[in-house]
């Protein structure tokens, strides 16, 4: 019913940068929380940074200042601009968006499919 697919991801030098991109697609009525999480080799998935669909935006601690979350809502779409990239950003980042569709009664937390971020000289 909804489709979540992210783009942007690649290889970057320390320092660099790199805009992730994600849109959501299908039967969609609502799109409440937006947020991008991420998940390197060996750890658990962590939260990167969330926006509401009124403008409320949380970071990670580990990316405050260097990360800017944003969201186009006429376009369903979410996007991370991701600057001063550490080796410790290397990941694979996700979307992650909180639904409501035509269909559903309550709200579904849908995910994409993961880009790669790889961070290294």
């Known amino acids: 019913q909804v489709q979540l697919v992210e783009s942007g991801g690649g290889l970057v030098q320390p320092g660099g940068s790199l805009r992730l991109h994600c849109a959501a697609s299908?039967?969609?009525?609502?799109?409440?929380?937006m947020g991008w999480y991420r998940q390197a080799p060996g750890k658990q998935r962590e939260l990167v940074a969330t926006?509401?669909?009124?403008?409320?935006?949380n970071y990670a601690d580990s990316v405050k200042g260097r990360f800017t979350i944003s969201r186009d809502n006429t376009k369903n779409t979410v996007f991370l601009q991701m600057n001063s990239l550490e080796p410790e950003d290397t990941a694979v980042y996700y979307c992650n968006a909180n639904v409501r569709t035509f269909t559903q009664r309550t709200p579904y937390i849908y995910w994409g499919q993961g880009t790669q971020v790889t961070v290294s000289s």
């Open positions: 926006i509401t669909n009124d403008g409320r935006i």
């Open positions: 299908g039967t969609i009525l609502t799109i409440y929380t």
